[in-house]
């Protein structure tokens, strides 16, 4: 495509007409696998207090019943189902993660809702997700610090533009209001840092589902907006940059040839909590298994992650499930007390049994400067060290990817059981489900077949 240095114009002419490479059927299909994590998480999720309290609030917006919630028999118009289905997806942390945050989880309910609105099918739901995806590369990859040591939650700020990007598609907007949409977006980008262990926190991305719609729908009634939104001294990126040192004027030449999504990929949780800890919780349990090791065996734990991951794992004595999900000193007392970090254990009564609390006193922290290059909030790697009451030491070594990552990716088996499992466990908390969860992920896992998006959820 044609490029130019002016970038809020290269991400519209991108975003206006969409190319692929020749690699369209490869980004798709990982497209897919973001469609599958975030409706599984979207249903786990659905009945958490964040998502209730969501659903009361907007109880009053029936009409029009433009878009179904995932998890209820309940149509609202679509950037509110958006806003309540992507709170769902992030309410658990156990959505799937890229690109210093969350972007199925954003993407998704957001492609679905607009979607179903105007009956897309399954090709244009995925061809709109992988736009949405390669727009929010674009960006992120332009800003040398991270963004989580300024304070600001990638999912928030970069998934409002990236929604916007994706249902521009959707609407098949041209240029001009493409442009618009984009910069919109840009102005109703948000979401701290300081609200994670939150209601708040999932919210962004709800937030981030909702604003992008309103965007493209502001937009093509002729809302204008700035043509230099995102590159401009007192713009997006310079106003969202650590230290004001983004790359604004560059030409956004990848856009359109080999898509980013075939380098950087999903990455599926395994783990219900911030993602900053997985590869410290897999160190861990693979070194308590292989030692049969119990509370009493341990002197202290040191785990040695990157300055992001250690601002955003913020919570070093958490009181309560929510909490929990981001302190590294309860992934630890898990994997040591349950061999496990998973649903069942993110309670707050779990949190508060002595024998965790008494665990946190014991994880340390070191920090590991050497950035990741495909993860930017990320270290190179992580290491557990285990120190024992005996003096010995036993260590992880350098941990490159937790299973489920990209570069270590789950197969359709861990997919399929990942789904499964959260549906069920939807369904044990009185979620109603007129059809299998086997049935579900059939429909979702063959999403590029699917004639039409009302379909999914269908009765």
Not at 138 to 150: A, D, F, I, T
Not at 329 to 349: W, Y
Request: charged share 20%; hydrophobic share 40%.
């Amino acid at each position: 495509m044609t490029t130019t240095n002016h970038l809020t114009k290269s991400l519209a002419q991108y975003v206006a007409k969409p190319t692929f490479g020749s690699a369209q059927a490869q980004a798709m299909a990982i497209a897919n696998l973001g469609f599958i994590d975030t409706i599984g998480t979207m249903m786990a999720g659905s009945k958490e207090p964040v998502v209730q309290l969501l659903m009361a609030h907007y109880e009053q917006y029936q009409t029009p019943q433009e878009a179904p919630l995932g998890f209820a028999n309940v149509f609202k118009p679509a950037p509110i189902a958006a806003c309540i289905n992507a709170t769902a997806g992030h309410a658990l942390d156990y959505d799937d993660v890229a690109m210093s945050g969350h972007p199925s989880t954003v993407l998704v309910p957001a492609i679905l809702a607009e979607g179903h609105y105007l009956n897309a099918s399954g090709e244009q739901a995925l061809q709109a997700y992988v736009v949405g995806y390669e727009v929010w590369s674009e960006l992120v990859y332009r800003e040398p610090g991270k963004y989580h040591l300024k304070g600001w939650h990638p999912t928030g700020v970069l998934g409002t533009v990236a929604v916007a990007a994706a249902v521009s598609v959707l609407h098949q907007l041209n240029e001009e209001q493409a442009s618009n949409a984009l910069a919109i977006a840009a102005s109703m980008a948000s979401g701290l840092v300081a609200n994670f262990g939150s209601m708040t926190k999932p919210l962004h991305a709800g937030r981030a589902a909702a604003n992008g719609i309103e965007a493209v729908r502001l937009a093509k009634i002729g809302i204008t907006a700035s043509p230099d939104a995102f590159e401009h001294p007192a713009g997006y990126l310079n106003a969202l940059s650590v230290k004001q040192d983004a790359d604004r004027l560059s030409a956004a030449d990848r856009l359109g040839q080999q898509p980013r999504i075939l380098e950087t990929g999903l990455s599926i949780k395994r783990y219900p909590i911030c993602y900053s800890c997985h590869r410290a919780v897999d160190g861990m349990l693979d070194l308590v298994a292989a030692h049969n090791l119990t509370p009493s065996d341990i002197d202290h734990i040191t785990c040695t992650i990157g300055p992001a991951q250690a601002s955003m794992l913020r919570n070093h004595r958490p009181q309560t499930g929510l909490e929990a999900k981001f302190s590294i000193e309860f992934a630890m007392a898990s994997a040591v007390l349950k061999r496990d970090v998973g649903l069942r254990q993110l309670t707050d009564e779990f949190v508060l049994q002595p024998d965790v609390q008494a665990l946190f006193e014991k994880v340390s922290v070191q920090i590991n400067e050497e950035p990741c290059p495909l993860e930017p909030s990320s270290a190179l790697t992580d290491r557990v060290v285990v120190t024992l009451m005996d003096g010995r030491s036993l260590d992880s070594g350098p941990i490159r990817f937790p299973l489920g990552n990209a570069g270590k990716p789950l197969d359709e088996a861990g997919m399929r059981a990942k789904f499964i499992d959260c549906l069920e466990s939807a369904k044990a908390l009185g979620v109603d489900m007129p059809f299998t969860a086997q049935t579900l992920y059939s429909r979702v896992s063959r999403l590029e077949s699917i004639r039409s998006l009302k379909s999914i959820f269908e009765r």
